[in-house]
């Protein structure tokens, strides 16, 4: 058998590509028009390729341009450069997180971003321990076990870029409450990542709960080499590679080229690849020396090619019609919404915040976008969750996002943070 | 201890300067400059001295003090003994200090750093404004080049009082009113769904609220100025992008707020803020104590 891809297998490819970037800029462009986020008009352009719509009402012309059950070196290719991107993504979501600034904003960012963590982990955790069923999972111990650990994480996480995108636009960026924000979804995006590394470990382990020790203990050695001495070592370093190499072609690759070491090093040791990039991302975006041009390049070029890629995949691989379960997705939602607004607001009085700044700071952290769609799209991947539950959580990743700015706005009505 | 008459004290003038005394090799020129500043704002000189009281000690103070100008009947020297910073802060607030002027290395070792050294300590800690001096010296520091870091912060009107009010004693000849640009999560949120347009539309407006606010704090100011104050916006992580602003102006005096939260190992390890100053200092380091809360 040749390894390599054949003459039509490379047009295929090629095609299937251009397709897929092309039509969900257009498609993002629009929905632009509409503030809706761009992950949104990405999504809507793999649902109409994907089997819900493409495939069902023109069977061949799906198959002929995403033939992922047909043509097994097509296929390889595309999971291949999907896989790529979710880890190019993981790498630049870990470069916006800044730990000092969680430090910075004090009590009421620590007090909020636990809030927001523990007790949506809680609700997702005791729903599915309890009632696994209503998911459709079959409670055989270690399923149960790690299904219901998925969905506590699922439930805590945030998005950082959907957050700062409806922070701008309500001009409170700056402010107290933008800053809490900011930072509790960067202790909840570190801390949640964290988490589902040792969920896919776990997972890819066959369930063997008997290596979790393990398993943590690696991801901690990882995260701590990586952040005291790799961070020391990629301060020392990137001086030299901004000035001494190419502009800004040697950021670049040595930038990349470190995600992906780290990627391989994780998945290596069985841990997923995700983590190594995600620590990567925030040791090389911690750097005082990465200028911001190169920060923005590098944001450019994953967010523009391998984003659009990856979400625009999501839909190639699920008929979101067949698997819309209402009740499911109603679940999700309600638990979504509960769990991270009254962790976060609790937690923001904690910190001393006023009931109707916490129950906006909650609103703000409960988008959860597109970290919601990754993490989901890689549980799903792994087995750990089947497509209603998938549906359920792209749905919530959606309604959270479009939900956030006018349900702060509404809590922050006499605010003298809201400008506008 | 009646601290009520620290409560809402403004940070200048300086009526009282503290001076921390630790018998180093640098003790004559530190006196000296306490002399020079305490003349300058005609302020009262406080010399402190933790640790044991010999009469080789106070031979030698004796000397100092007379090779640095100071009379001894001018000064009010205090022994006392205990832990150095919790001891010094404490004599700071039960002598109102204003004003603790410290001398201290421009850089220190990293187990020096991470373990902390007085000074450094005692800048993370003052309830009062403290003066760093990386470099003192018998004839007196001089600060022509000032840079004050404009931060969002309702301390910083009062920093910039203060700083003016320093120039205006110290014949300082520019000050630059240096502002942090950084926003969180911005170049991912740009390249997601910004237009060319709408991204330097962003950024006009975060150079143009930086603008306003430096403007609105100098017309707020109440200390009279008659020195050039230049406006500067920079970009970079809050803490490094003024240590390096400041080397970089070969600035003689940088100045800051004091820090709003408790600062610890951990934010050592994770070093944000005024940690970046204080790991390497790029000049004199004036940290300015408004006692305002910010969360007021």
New interface residues.
């Given amino acids: 058998m040749s390894y390599r891809l054949g003459h039509s297998d490379l047009i295929i490819l090629l095609l299937a590509i251009a397709t897929m970037l092309i039509l969900s800029r257009i498609v993002?462009e629009l929905g632009?028009r509409l503030k809706l986020?761009?992950v949104m008009g990405e999504l809507l352009v793999g649902i109409v390729l994907g089997p819900t719509i493409l495939g069902t009402m023109f069977p061949e012309v799906f198959s002929f341009l995403f033939p992922l059950q047909s043509n097994e070196k097509v296929a390889y290719a595309l999971d291949g450069i999907f896989s790529l991107s979710v880890i190019m993504l993981l790498f630049?979501?870990g470069?916006?997180v800044?730990?000092?600034?969680v430090?910075?904003q004090?009590?009421a960012a620590i007090s909020t971003g636990f809030g927001s963590m523990i007790i949506p982990f809680f609700t997702g955790f005791a729903v599915a321990w309890f009632a696994p069923e209503i998911f459709g999972i079959v409670d055989t111990g270690n399923n149960k076990w790690i299904f219901s650990l998925f969905l506590g994480t699922a439930l805590s996480i945030s998005a950082?870029?959907v957050?700062?995108?409806i922070l701008?636009d309500m001009n409170i960026?700056?402010t107290r409450i933008g800053m809490i924000i900011?930072a509790a979804a960067?202790f909840n995006d570190l801390v949640g990542w964290l988490i589902f590394s040792v969920i896919l470990s776990l997972s890819g382990n066959g369930g063997d709960t008997s290596s979790v020790g393990y398993t943590i203990g690696y991801v901690i050695a990882f995260g701590a080499f990586m952040l005291?001495i790799g961070r020391i070592l990629i301060n020392r370093a990137l001086p030299w590679i901004q000035t001494k190499l190419s502009w800004p072609g040697g950021v670049l690759a040595m930038s990349l080229g470190l995600c992906l070491l780290c990627a391989a090093f994780t998945e290596s040791i069985g841990i997923h690849a995700i983590l190594g990039a995600f620590i990567a991302g925030i040791a090389i975006g911690?750097s005082?020396h990465l200028r911001?041009q190169a920060?923005?390049i590098i944001?450019?070029f994953?967010?523009?090619f391998f984003?659009p890629l990856f979400f625009v995949s999501i839909g190639l691989k699920v008929n979101f019609i067949e698997n819309f379960d209402v009740s499911i997705v109603l679940i999700v939602l309600v638990l979504a919404y509960i769990g991270k607004v009254a962790g976060a607001g609790l937690g923001g009085i904690a910190g001393?915040l006023k009931r109707n700044d916490a129950l906006a700071v909650g609103f703000g952290l409960n988008a959860r976008g597109a970290m919601e769609i990754i993490l989901g799209t890689l549980a799903y991947n792994a087995g750990i969750i089947g497509k209603p539950v998938f549906v359920a959580l792209v749905v919530m990743a959606l309604v959270t996002s479009l939900t956030s700015a006018p349900l702060m706005r509404i809590f922050m009505k006499d605010s003298p943070e809201l400008k506008q | 201890m009646d601290y009520t008459k620290l409560k809402n004290r403004p940070s200048w003038p300086f009526e009282t300067i503290g001076v921390a005394i630790a018998f180093s090799p640098r003790l004559e020129s530190i006196l000296c400059e306490a002399r020079i500043l305490s003349e300058r704002f005609n302020a009262n000189l406080v010399l402190m001295h933790i640790g044991d009281r010999t009469r080789n000690k106070e031979h030698k103070l004796s000397e100092l003090l007379a090779k640095a100008g100071i009379k001894e009947s001018a000064v009010r020297v205090i022994w006392s003994e205990g832990e150095p910073v919790q001891t010094l802060l404490h004599l700071c607030k039960l002598n109102i200090v204003d004003l603790l002027v410290m001398g201290a290395m421009k850089k220190e070792n990293v187990l020096q750093y991470y373990l902390g050294t007085v000074a450094r300590k005692i800048s993370r800690k003052a309830k009062c404004s403290v003066l760093l001096l990386t470099e003192p010296n018998k004839e007196g520091s001089r600060f022509r080049k000032m840079v004050v870091n404009i931060a969002e912060s309702p301390k910083t009107s009062h920093t910039l009082n203060t700083a003016i009010y320093f120039a205006r004693h110290n014949k300082s000849r520019e000050i630059v009113a240096a502002s942090e640009m950084h926003q969180p999560g911005l170049a991912m949120t740009m390249a997601e769904d910004s237009t060319a347009g709408e991204a330097s539309r962003i950024r006009k407006e975060i150079k143009e609220g930086a603008h306003s606010m430096v403007n609105e704090l100098l017309e707020g100011c109440k200390e009279e100025c008659n020195i050039e104050i230049v406006e500067k916006q920079i970009t970079g992580k809050p803490g490094y992008a003024i240590r390096a602003f400041a080397a970089q102006k070969k600035a003689d005096l940088l100045v800051i707020n004091s820090p709003d939260v408790k600062y610890g190992i951990i934010d050592r390890i994770f070093t944000h803020g005024m940690e970046y100053i204080l790991e390497d200092l790029p000049c004199n380091l004036l940290i300015v104590h408004s006692r305002v809360n910010p969360a007021e």
């Fill in positions: 993002a632009k986020p761009v630049v979501a470069m916006e800044e730990l000092p600034l430090l910075r004090g009590k950082l870029p957050i700062a995108r701008m960026f700056k900011i960067m005291f911690d005082v911001e920060r923005e944001h450019q994953v967010t523009n984003a001393g």
